[in-house]
């Protein structure tokens, strides 16, 4: 069995983000679980430019590591049994805030039509499969859901440990602080989360490559939201946006916040909430699908679209030790579920049971 899985978005923009750490995360797993077997062939490559190479090798099926409805990311041409993960269809739940303009309608129609010739579709979440078969248009029983998982890295550190005095020190965070991290778009509903940190009187640290990117078109559309987030809390002395941070140093972070917040209108999964829990970081997360499904019992749950609701979430996570106590503890329990071996293994056998020809039960 050789398998091609397309490594490009870690050679994009996509490196540093959500597609990223999937695509990283899964080819080292992959490669760890099939080591010593002489019989599975796993063959990382970045599809977009090295096409030639993808052509010339005889691979049994290929994995396509990220689909965007309105750009074509699937082959034209099967030459091979093909396998795609889709993380979510965000910009056709809110075509507003991401119109995909006539070339992308286009783009959008040709890709609705490749995905029926596709063997077996990946989804992160039962949320992200529902929205697929509504969206898409793929039936139900070609989509397999396999959950993702914190990293390692992210942990429970000692109180004593000198890189959190350290880290805390060169970011200049203040004593108490409400932490997200992620994107800037739409649907991560910054703006309702810097008011929640208004009214509550909590500090809030951004952290995210687009927090703090100079080069981001504010102009353009699909980012109207972080620019009326910059107007109104762009120059607030309590909203610190500290841009892209290593996971050396981001485990620092998640560990001196007092609560994580994932305020999101809309997640395909929600990997960050998982790396608080982690980190030992009581979480505040809004009580949207896929959050609530990944995250179970372990958040403590709020109105993403009622500010005043969210801080007092925050306030209640903050100033009630045994509320604290109790999402710690059982944020301990549920990341034990989630393991990027596991989300290896269960990949494996999606591709094991397209090449036999069996569904993916």
Same mark, same amino acid.
Request: proline letters at 6%; charged letters at 25%; aromatic letters at 8%.
């Given at each position: 069995?050789?398998?091609?899985?397309?490594?490009?978005?870690?050679?994009?923009?996509?490196?540093?983000?959500?597609?990223?750490?999937?695509?990283?995360?899964?080819?080292?797993?992959?490669?760890?679980?099939?080591?010593?077997?002489?019989?599975?062939?796993?063959?990382?490559?970045?599809?977009?430019?090295?096409?030639?190479?993808?052509?010339?090798?005889?691979?049994?099926?290929?994995?396509?590591?990220?689909?965007?409805?309105?750009?074509?990311?699937?082959?034209?041409?099967?030459?091979?049994?093909?396998?795609?993960?889709?993380?979510?269809?965000?910009?056709?739940?809110?075509?507003?805030?991401?119109?995909?303009?006539?070339?992308?309608?286009?783009?959008?129609?040709?890709?609705?039509?490749?995905?029926?010739?596709?063997?077996?579709?990946?989804?992160?979440?039962?949320?992200?499969?529902?929205?697929?078969?509504?969206?898409?248009?793929?039936?139900?029983?070609?989509?397999?859901?396999?959950?993702?998982?914190?990293?390692?890295?992210?942990?429970?550190?000692?109180?004593?440990?000198?890189?959190?005095?350290?880290?805390?020190?060169?970011?200049?965070?203040? =004593?108490?602080?409400?932490?997200?991290?992620?994107?800037?778009?739409?649907?991560?509903?910054?703006?309702?989360?810097?008011?929640?940190?208004?009214?509550?009187?909590?500090?809030?640290?951004?952290?995210?490559?687009?927090?703090?990117?100079?080069?981001?078109?504010?102009?353009?559309?699909?980012?109207?939201?972080?620019?009326?987030?910059?107007?109104?809390?762009?120059?607030?002395?309590?909203?610190?946006?500290?841009?892209?941070?290593?996971?050396?140093?981001?485990?620092?972070?998640?560990?001196?916040?007092?609560?994580?917040?994932?305020?999101?209108?809309?997640?395909?999964?929600?990997?960050?909430?998982?790396?608080?829990?982690?980190?030992?970081?009581?979480?505040?997360?809004?009580?949207?699908?896929?959050?609530?499904?990944?995250?179970?019992?372990?958040?403590?749950?709020?109105?993403?679209?009622?500010?005043?609701?969210?801080?007092?979430?925050?306030?209640?996570?903050?100033?009630?030790?045994?509320?604290?106590?109790?999402?710690?503890?059982?944020?301990?329990?549920?990341? =034990?579920?989630?393991?990027?071996?596991?989300?290896?293994?269960?990949?494996?056998?999606?591709?094991?049971?397209?090449?036999?020809?069996?569904?993916?039960?």
């Amino acid at each position: 069995m050789k398998i091609a899985i397309d490594s490009g978005p870690l050679e994009s923009g996509h490196k540093v983000r959500g597609v990223g750490v999937y695509t990283r995360e899964i080819i080292e797993a992959l490669g760890r679980i099939t080591r010593n077997r002489k019989e599975i062939k796993i063959v990382p490559l970045d599809f977009s430019v090295q096409s030639s190479k993808l052509k010339a090798q005889n691979f049994d099926l290929k994995h396509y590591t990220y689909f965007n409805p309105f750009f074509l990311t699937l082959p034209f041409v099967k030459t091979s049994k093909v396998v795609v993960t889709i993380h979510d269809v965000i910009p056709l739940l809110y075509p507003k805030q991401y119109p995909p303009g006539m070339k992308g309608k286009l783009k959008f129609l040709i890709n609705k039509q490749l995905l029926k010739k596709i063997d077996g579709v990946i989804a992160p979440s039962e949320t992200s499969k529902k929205d697929i078969v509504r969206f898409l248009g793929v039936p139900a029983e070609k989509i397999k859901v396999i959950y993702e998982a914190p990293r390692e890295i992210f942990r429970k550190l000692e109180v004593r440990d000198q890189r959190l005095a350290n880290i805390k020190k060169k970011y200049k965070l203040p =004593k108490t602080f409400a932490l997200y991290v992620g994107d800037v778009n739409y649907n991560k509903n910054l703006l309702n989360l810097a008011e929640a940190c208004n009214i509550s009187k909590i500090p809030l640290v951004l952290v995210g490559k687009q927090t703090t990117d100079e080069n981001i078109d504010l102009s353009h559309v699909e980012n109207q939201p972080f620019a009326e987030f910059l107007n109104r809390h762009g120059k607030s002395a309590t909203i610190l946006r500290l841009g892209y941070v290593p996971d050396e140093e981001l485990v620092a972070i998640y560990n001196l916040a007092l609560v994580y917040c994932q305020p999101s209108h809309y997640e395909g999964f929600g990997l960050s909430v998982l790396e608080a829990m982690a980190a030992g970081t009581p979480v505040v997360a809004a009580k949207t699908q896929a959050l609530v499904e990944v995250a179970g019992g372990a958040c403590l749950f709020a109105n993403p679209i009622d500010p005043k609701d969210i801080a007092t979430k925050l306030k209640e996570v903050i100033y009630d030790p045994q509320l604290r106590w109790q999402l710690i503890e059982t944020g301990k329990v549920v990341v =034990k579920k989630y393991s990027w071996e596991k989300t290896a293994r269960d990949t494996l056998r999606v591709y094991r049971n397209i090449l036999s020809g069996k569904t993916n039960d």
